[in-house]
């Protein structure tokens, strides 16, 4: 199981707890399981399929830049974080796509 | 992980620099020195207001001009998908960056990019852009965070809503977002302390005030594609910014970096490049543009100014029982402002249970701030080493001991929430302790000594370097960091290690975007650490290879053979072996070039655990007159390994000089339209070797638990606690704590006379 940090503004919605027990092997399994135990964090986190663009998360204390799709092994600590311009990088999952090129 | 045990033939050493001559000459070729037939010149106009809507552009008399070539405005912009633009060392929403680079609707600061022209000579474009007529209607300005957060404060985007944490909430508002951390429970440390100190801080908004101005120059080819020769931190950031902005197909497009005159930050956004791309395009010709320094002020992206409250609590024994801080940084005209940053450093140097932290990115019109060396981090520092200093002194302990007694080290957890590795903290904080100059007498009146610490973060991202091994047994190095701080030589040291080779023998060059594989940007401290990394498992490659070739000269199994300092040796047979250079001249016969290559993805922020770095600084006081003699200075910081110490040392040095020009004299003096009044290098005062003396280094070495050397990233935390230490140094001298940066003699005497009443 992994350990959640809930950030101090999300915790109205894990009943004051600050940190959730969360079973997952990637970052967007734990975001579906914190979900199921606590309602309305994923919505908080996560746009359609990729983490939220001014939230990062960090795994055992690094942000990571591939967002839901890092790894999460037993007794891990996941923070999620705020993610936003002049010292750190935006995950690179978040780049957009052009309706015109497709890139 | 370390590739050794700590014992080096060539990493630690102190190589002449491979750019040195170039350089020193005049030969090395930097943006401004690039030409190419059919050459164009382009200038902008620029807004003359800090805040106004755009209600009307008329291009027509400047491209009715002889000479005049093409205009462009924000109209020949295409429509971009909303998004984030990674730049490495910050993130841009990709429509915001655009709107920066051409303003749309709104000017949001005084010097905002109008439009664009291109003529055949600098001075016709000048004369057309004087014939653009643009119709504003001027609105109230706002230029400071508290200003801006205030009830009533005009409003610069009527679309921005408070976002807190992922929660859109109703309000229009200036401030884009708030975010906490929290750890304990802020209220029972406070509670459990002896002696609490609060104090507000303000910082000015200032410039990375690097020399060579933005320059660039482009080509939209026949065929589609764009090519680019410009001065950036990362070439690449360059092609998925313009791709972006202008939704292009990111690799059709080239960049070559040419030489920097420096860039600390300032040179990762673009700025230049689209407009030129599409001048380029509807003129069919290439279009180059160098941006005064008063563009470069009012146009390019400063470090934010910010508004800072602090509030720190300790026992009689000296323990920091809680602390919380409250930061409101200036974004500029867009949001996104490195507050989060400057959070999550505020409180790094210290292992405190109980603290609250509230960040806010609040928008103001002033320039898109962007990074300036370790964002964010000065500010705050500024705030809380004067905050710790105090408490010592009112708890009658030697500053740097209290510091000692609370400091963050391995497993200490960061007020954001992870836990650190292996750091250098502890370790900074003895150095500055046991340093002759600590206890040195002072000499004379009106003189103070302070100190301070400050964290900054290493990034690691992705980097790729390839090696070619020449008959001759030099090799050949390629890579796609742009280098600024010497890192064509730590990287290429890092090469030469590995393979055993002298670090003359590995020849560095920097390569455009065509030419080798992605490579973040030079920023986050990483280049070194990402960069010299890759190197490294190119050198493995080739060490690899190259014994293949030694077991088919030998007629052995290549698991017979073994390559230690740089000897290819049997491990059967003491007969058989050769050096590096021997066994390069047997390539030609035996299958003929070899050529490694190294990726890495060296993770994102807090890779490698970032660094400590502290200072200790006398100041003397004019009593008369305010003005402040910088006597002394030593710089310390963890290095994690020095791959070349004189790099090390001089990163150290440069960024004490430009904490301390933050701390004394450095700002955007604003008029209250939004004027800045100082845009000059002689208003902007940055210290000159004169002002400051030479400064003493003292490099820790904690290696960092991911890197095969150990290397630390070091071009960002020394600027971290000059302004503090500074003045806390000032604090000594005359007894006044000065919450305001600069600290320039007006500050320094209102500050006596407040005090003498």
């Not at chain 2, 931190?233 to 080239?254: C, H, M, N, P, Y």
């Not at chain 2, 934010?304 to 602090?310: E, Q």
């Not at chain 2, 609040?362 to 990074?371: E, G």
């Not at chain 2, 280094?697 to 935390?717: D, F, K, L």
């Amino acid at each position: 199981m992994a350990t959640v940090f809930i950030p101090p503004l999300m915790q109205s919605l894990t009943d004051g707890q600050t940190t959730v027990e969360v079973a997952g092997s990637t970052v967007r399994e734990i975001i579906n399981n914190l979900e199921e135990i606590h309602p309305g964090t994923k919505e908080r986190l996560v746009d359609k399929f990729r983490m939220k663009s001014n939230i990062s998360v960090a795994v055992d204390g690094e942000v990571t830049p591939i967002g839901m799709l890092e790894k999460v092994g037993e007794n891990t600590e996941v923070h999620f974080l705020p993610a936003i311009g002049g010292g750190v990088s935006a995950p690179r999952e978040e780049t957009p796509r052009s309706p015109r090129t497709g890139y | 992980m370390l590739a050794s045990d700590g014992k080096y033939a060539v990493i630690g050493t102190r190589p002449i620099r491979p750019d040195g001559a170039d350089k020193v000459t005049g030969r090395a070729l930097y943006g401004a020195d690039f030409y190419t037939a059919g050459l164009l010149h382009a200038k902008f106009l620029r807004s003359p207001h800090a805040h106004a809507v755009i209600k009307s552009i008329d291009t027509s008399r400047a491209e009715g001009l002889p000479g005049v070539h093409a205009v462009v405005t924000a109209k020949d912009l295409p429509d971009v998908a909303d998004g984030q633009v990674d730049l490495g060392e910050g993130a841009s929403n990709v429509r915001n960056l655009q709107r920066n680079i051409l303003a749309r609707d709104k000017a949001l600061y005084k010097g905002h990019a109008i439009a664009a022209v291109a003529a055949d000579s600098p001075h016709i474009a000048e004369q057309a852009v004087a014939l653009i007529d643009v119709k504003y209607e001027v609105l109230p300005a706002v230029l400071t965070a508290p200003d801006a957060m205030a009830d009533g404060a005009p409003i610069l985007h009527d679309d921005l809503r408070t976002e807190e944490f992922g929660e859109q909430t109703d309000k229009v508002s200036n401030v884009a977002e708030h975010f906490q951390y929290q750890n304990g429970d802020v209220e029972r440390g406070f509670a459990d302390a002896d002696v609490v100190v609060e104090r507000e801080f303000n910082t000015a908004t200032v410039h990375q005030g690097y020399i060579e101005p933005q320059v660039t120059s482009v080509l939209w080819n026949n065929d589609g594609r764009i090519q680019i020769w410009t001065s950036t931190q990362g070439s690449f950031t360059v092609r998925k910014e313009v791709a972006q902005v202008l939704d292009l197909q990111e690799s059709r497009i080239k960049v070559t970096p040419m030489e920097i005159g420096g860039g600390f930050g300032g040179k990762i956004p673009s700025y230049l490049e689209p407009p030129l791309a599409l001048l380029s395009k509807k003129s069919a010709c290439p279009v180059k543009a160098v941006m005064t320094r008063k563009e470069v002020f009012e146009a390019t992206g400063p470090t934010p100014g910010s508004y800072i409250k602090v509030k720190i609590g300790a026992d009689r024994e000296g323990r920091i029982t809680a602390a919380q801080a409250h930061l409101a940084y200036e974004a500029g005209g867009f949001p996104g402002s490195p507050v989060s940053a400057g959070a999550k450093c505020i409180f790094a140097p210290y292992d405190i249970a109980n603290l609250l932290v509230d960040g806010y990115d609040v928008v103001v019109n002033k320039p898109k701030t962007q990074a300036y060396r370790a964002p964010g981090a000065t500010n705050a520092a500024f705030a809380t080493e004067q905050i710790v200093d105090e408490i010592a002194e009112q708890l009658g302990m030697d500053p740097v001991e209290f510091r000692l007694g609370n400091a963050a080290k391995e497993g200490t957890r960061r007020a954001d929430g992870p836990v650190f590795p292996r750091i250098g903290c502890e370790q900074v904080l003895e150095a500055i302790k046991s340093h002759p100059h600590y206890n040195a007498p002072l000499g004379g009146p009106n003189r103070g000594r302070g100190v301070a610490v400050g964290y900054w973060f290493n990034v690691g991202l992705q980097s790729s370097v390839t090696l070619s091994v020449n008959y001759d047994g030099i090799v050949s190095l390629v890579e796609g960091s742009t280098d600024i701080g010497g890192t064509r030589a730590s990287i290429g040291m890092q090469a030469a290690e590995a393979l055993g080779i002298p670090a003359e023998d590995v020849q560095a060059t920097v390569v455009d975007t065509d030419s080798i594989g992605k490579t973040d940007v030079t920023g986050g401290s990483r280049t070194t650490y990402a960069t010299g990394w890759a190197a490294y498992k190119a050198a493995e490659d080739v060490k690899n290879q190259m014994i293949e070739r030694a077991a088919m000269v030998w007629e052995v199994a290549a698991d017979s053979i073994e390559a230690v300092d740089g000897v290819y040796r049997s491990k059967a047979d003491p007969e058989l072996k050769m050096s590096f250079k021997e066994l390069a001249g047997e390539l030609d016969e035996t299958g003929g070039p070899i050529v490694g290559r190294g990726t890495v993805d060296a993770g994102g922020v807090g890779a490698g655990g970032g660094s400590f770095s502290g200072n200790i600084v006398d100041v003397e006081v004019d009593p008369d007159t305010g003005k402040v003699q910088i006597r002394r200075v030593t710089a310390v910081q963890d290095a994690g390994k020095a791959i070349h110490p004189s790099y090390v040392e001089g990163q150290m040095q440069g960024g004490s000089v430009q904490g301390i020009g933050w701390a004394l004299n450095e700002e955007y003096f604003m008029n209250d339209d939004g004027t800045m009044a100082n845009s000059t290098l002689l208003d902007y005062r940055m210290p000159i070797s004169l002002d400051l003396p030479m400064i003493d280094t003292v490099i820790v070495e904690i290696p960092s638990a991911t890197h095969p050397y150990g290397v630390r990233g070091v071009g960002e935390a020394n600027i971290v606690p000059p302004p503090a230490a500074v003045a806390n140094a000032l604090y000594r001298a005359t007894g006044v704590r000065l919450e305001r940066l600069p600290m320039n003699p007006v500050a320094i005497v209102e500050g006596m006379w407040s005090k003498a009443g």
